[in-house]
């Protein structure tokens, strides 16, 4: 690839691309790896939505490491995420994120802007908690990818959505405050960061 991913987050990559993936996991990736595809055949706009209830944890590991493999293999792909309920990017996962080697900057306090540098010659990803409607996203046409059961069960109907994937994750939120904190949140982060290279490796963007 011709591609320069910060040299922190370079070795994170190759960690994350090792990873076994198992067969019934890639079943599932299996529904988003055409979508994408079919958009790319028909040359029309690849935009999704990753949607979780708070928008504070999983679908922000799944905005920020699907806009990072879709760059590194030149998809020309616009990632965003959502939620139901608006809180803020959660500390934690920012922190998760800076120790994965992004390079991380932020503005405001209440609900705060983070601004996650990723390659050296592009824009960086704008990550905050925001509903799935935000005006920041795509709001016509777009693939909502459901990271959590909450979210999936709870939105019934989501306007502008193409198709509807189901991709859940696990939350790390149940080991905050533990000593094995950090740890689970590097653990989800580097699942989703396996599955998006997984993803995007597999669409044939010649």
Known sequence: MNVKLLPGLAATVEQARSLPIPEERKESLRVLIDYIQSKLVAGEDINLNFICTHNSRRSQFSQIWAQTAADY??????????????????????????????????KGTENPVYFIFHLDEAEPISAFSKLFDDPINKAQRFA???????????CPFI????????????????????????????????????????????????
């Open 73 to 106: 293999f030149g998809v020309p792909a616009d990632c965003y995420s959502g939620g139901v309920e608006v809180t803020e990017f959660n500390e934690r996962a920012v922190q998760s994120i800076k120790r994965s080697g992004f390079r991380v900057t932020k």
């Open 144 to 154: 909502a990818v459901m990271t959590c059961a909450h979210a999936d069960e709870n």
């Open 159 to 206: 306007p502008g959505t193409e198709n509807r994937i189901p991709v859940r994750y696990e939350d790390p939120k149940k080991y905050d405050g533990t000593s094995e904190e950090a740890s689970r949140y590097d653990e989800r982060s580097m699942q989703i960061a396996s599955e998006m290279f997984y993803v995007f490796g597999q669409v044939n963007s010649q």
